[in-house]
């Protein structure tokens, strides 16, 4: 699967599970995980004022909705996701 799918598949799980007016930008990359194996990063940049959302469940259904996205659209990697803020 190409960078633009696992974006667009990211976005759309990030502004269902945040909102999108929370979501600042979302970037991903190809990576290997502690093993070896290949990996997806994710990265989940949030505005300053909606940070309170990181100690909530949404990192959680963030995670588990990607990888079942992911999964459903025939990619294997696992997906990493951070989190950091920016933005205005």
Excluded: C
Aim: proline fraction near 3%; avoid cysteine.
């Amino acid at each position: 699967m190409d960078d633009a799918e696992i974006k667009n598949i990211a976005t759309r799980t990030a502004n269902s599970v945040f909102g999108a007016t929370h979501i600042s930008s979302i970037a991903n990359s190809s990576s290997f995980d502690s093993e070896g194996n290949e990996a997806l990063n994710i990265t989940v940049t949030l505005y300053p004022n909606f940070v309170g959302d990181l100690y909530t469940r949404a990192p959680l259904e963030m995670a588990i909705q990607t990888s079942e996205a992911l999964q459903n659209a025939g990619e294997w990697r696992f997906p990493y996701i951070r989190y950091e803020t920016g933005g205005k």
